[in-house]
């Protein structure tokens, strides 16, 4: 089984820290813009018609921000173009301030199941400085709508002027309006993006901070019932992601709209970041992409490795054989022993151990090489 991203880049306004592909200023090019996403689903649809698709994720940018009629007849061409299974995880993601209930019912009727709802933070305050165009207030009514429902909440740490006290309130509230999956994700000021300049003033938590608020998460998470299972994903018994778990198990996917990224068989893709480039070849009947390569096996193999030692299952000895063939102990010997220290070394797997996961670049950069 594989999964579909489809990317809505479009956005009330750019907040701070964001350094994806998105537009604050284009919403007007909505219409034209499904009507091409809706093109390249039947273009991929053909080329991948011997593919099975078991989740779709609509991503952004913030789709909820556009009609959410757009949003129904793409999970309608979702579902004619590829063969999408009858229990497919099909999830939104949602900016709490753009959320009405007319969007929720619409959503419900054409068959979405989870929504991933930016939160971030609790504290009105550190929203307003992270360019957020919601409140806590938006949040507690956007909830109130999913009562009932699987609805993933994010949660970033690291903010200026953020406490684990904060960190452990925006938790509590999640969870109390019903969130089955929390999403803790530190803050990363990426190079030209608002939020770096504050980096560079040493205005933000430094790392020691970060790791104490991450800390103090885990442990409240874990007195709320969520189980992690992954480095930054924690949930309720039975709601993880499963369109997320296909990314960390190597699994393959297609990337439709803007700048969506695609990995099928051993080809790896990418769309334009130019939203007139990306209507210019989708119109003319030409996929729209700028970058391809075919990945080797060292490369598929480091990854698999990066990726699995992320979640708390690590790597499966007998999945790696079937994938890579031989020994993974065997071969991997001396980084086992060198990092031993940090690791629960079984008969069947190797993971990270609990209390080590939040620093696993460090440990995993020895797995790699070899």
């Given at each position: 089984m594989a999964g579909i991203y489809v990317h809505i880049p479009f956005c009330k306004s750019k907040c701070r820290y964001c350094d994806f592909t998105s537009f604050p200023d284009k919403l007007c090019f909505a219409e034209s813009y499904m009507a091409c996403v809706y093109r390249e689903m039947a273009m991929r649809g053909e080329q991948l018609k011997?593919?099975?698709?078991?989740?779709?994720?609509?991503?952004?940018?913030?789709?909820?921000?556009?009609?959410?009629?757009?949003?129904?007849?793409?999970?309608?061409?979702?579902?004619?173009?590829?063969n999408l299974s009858e229990n497919a995880e099909i999830t939104i993601e949602m900016n709490p301030g753009t959320v009405s209930a007319r969007k929720i019912d619409m959503y419900l009727r054409c068959g979405i199941n989870r929504f991933s709802v930016g939160l971030q933070s609790a504290i009105d305050s550190q929203l307003s400085?992270?360019?957020r165009t919601h409140t806590l207030n938006q949040f507690v009514t956007?909830?109130?709508?999913?009562?009932?429902?699987?609805?993933?909440?994010?949660?970033?740490?690291g903010l200026k002027g953020q406490t684990p006290d904060d960190?452990?309130?925006?938790?509590?509230?999640?969870?109390?309006?019903?969130?089955?999956?929390?999403?803790?994700?530190?803050?990363?000021?990426?190079?030209?993006?608002?939020?770096?300049?504050?980096y560079l003033n040493g205005e933000l938590p430094?790392?020691?901070?970060?790791?104490?608020?991450y800390a103090a998460g885990v442990k409240k998470l874990a007195e709320l019932g969520f189980a992690r299972y992954e480095v930054s994903n924690f949930a309720k018994k039975g709601r993880e992601s499963r369109h997320n778990l296909n990314y960390w198990r190597r699994g393959e996917y297609i990337g439709l709209g803007v700048s969506a990224s695609s990995c099928i068989g051993k080809l790896r893709f990418t769309n334009t970041f130019d939203l007139?480039?990306?209507?210019?070849?989708?119109?003319?009947?030409?996929?729209?992409?700028?970058?391809?390569?075919?990945?080797?096996?060292e490369t598929e193999e480091e990854e698999y490795i990066m990726l699995a030692l992320r979640t708390t299952a690590g790597i499966d000895y007998a999945d790696y054989t079937a994938?890579?063939?031989?020994?993974?102990?065997?071969?991997?010997?001396d980084a086992i022993e060198k990092t031993r220290p940090y690791m629960d070394v079984l008969p069947d797997r190797l993971r990270i151990k609990d209390e080590y996961l939040y620093v696993q670049n460090t440990i995993i950069i020895e797995y790699f090489g070899k």
């Open positions: 011997n593919y099975s698709f078991d989740t779709l994720y609509i991503g952004g940018g913030t789709p909820s921000v556009v009609d959410e009629n757009y949003i129904a007849m793409l999970v309608a061409a979702a579902k004619k173009h590829f400085e992270l360019g956007c909830a109130k709508l999913l009562k009932g429902r699987n609805f993933n909440v994010d949660v970033m740490i960190v452990l309130k925006t938790i509590e509230v999640a969870a109390a309006f019903g969130a089955s999956h929390i999403s803790m994700y530190a803050l990363t000021p990426e190079d030209g993006t608002p939020i770096y300049t504050d430094d790392g020691d901070e970060v790791a104490e608020m007139d480039e990306y209507f210019k070849c989708i119109l003319s009947g030409h996929f729209a992409v700028i970058d391809s390569e075919e990945t080797d096996k994938r890579f063939g031989g020994d993974f102990a065997v071969k991997y010997a």
